[in-house]
Antibody, heavy 117, light 109 residues
Framework: QVQLVESGGALVKPGGSLTLSCAAS????????MSWIRQAPGKGLEWISY?????????NYADSVKGRFTISRDNAKNSLYLQMNSLRAEDTAVYYC?????????WGQGTVVTVSS | EIVLTQSPGTLSLSPGERATLSCRAS???????LAWYQQKPGQAPRLLIY???TRATAIPDRFSGSGSGTDFTLTISRLEPEDFAVYYC??????????FGQGTKLEIK
């Protein structure tokens, strides 16, 4: 069964840091580009970052998170990560990981990040 | 960066009716790399359509997509109760990112 499971969401203070994880199963994780997408409360979807497959090292970020967030992957552990630094109130959202197969064909259930003092 | 604008913001229809949702891009989307997603409350988005008109796995044939260039449409031929949700378009063919439209909420009239 193809599945993505996010974890690591928490309540964090402004300026703090947090690392999200996404565990993949049911497919050859290293073959696929992967992405993080977030959704603020009551708002739409915002793509924030992607990382290419095992054969390359390219990453890309939305302007809203560039320089603060870092995407990475561990193909041996079938895991995707999002290191988030200098968190702001506007980073409060549900964070989804997704498999890129042209479009985003597989999504996790999401993990909640709340940035508040 | 390609900006996607969806219309209408909210669409109120009854089960059995036909729904037409629009997605307009600020510049041409190459190779029709346009996808549609459905999202229900408390759930992750689900891929419905990719390549502007190809249904994803297990998507009922009442869902269809069309369009090219900058104008795309998602049509639901006869609405079922489970179709009332928020729908997003997304472009995935042009670097640097994968922008989404702001969404259309399809609600029961």
């Amino acid at each position: 069964q193809v599945q993505l499971v996010e974890s690591g969401g928490a309540l964090v203070k402004p300026g703090g840091s947090l690392t999200l994880s996404c565990a993949a199963s049911g497919f050859t994780f290293s073959d696929y580009y992967m992405s993080w997408i977030r959704q603020a409360p009551g708002k739409g979807l915002e793509w924030i970052s992607y990382i290419c497959s095992s054969s390359c090292t390219y990453t890309n970020y939305a302007d809203s998170v560039k320089g603060r967030f870092t995407i990475s992957r561990d193909n041996a552990k079938n895991s995707l990560y999002l290191q988030m630094n200098s968190l702001r109130a506007e980073d409060t959202a549900v964070y989804y990981c997704s498999r890129i197969n042209g479009p985003f064909d597989i999504w996790g259930q999401g993990t909640v990040v709340t940035v508040s003092s | 960066e390609i900006v996607l604008t969806q219309s209408p913001g909210t669409l109120s229809l009854s089960p059995g009716e036909r729904a037409t949702l629009s997605c307009r891009a600020s510049q041409t989307i190459n190779n029709r790399y346009l996808a549609w997603y459905q999202q229900k409350p408390g759930q992750a988005p689900r891929l419905l359509i990719y390549g502007a008109s190809t249904r994803a796995t297990a998507i009922p044939d009442r869902f269809s997509g069309s369009g090219s260039g900058t104008d795309f449409t998602l049509t639901i031929s006869r609405l079922e109760p489970e179709d009332f949700a928020v729908y997003y378009c997304q472009q995935y063919g042009t670097s640097p990112g994968y922008s989404f439209g702001q969404g259309t909420k399809l609600e029961i009239k």
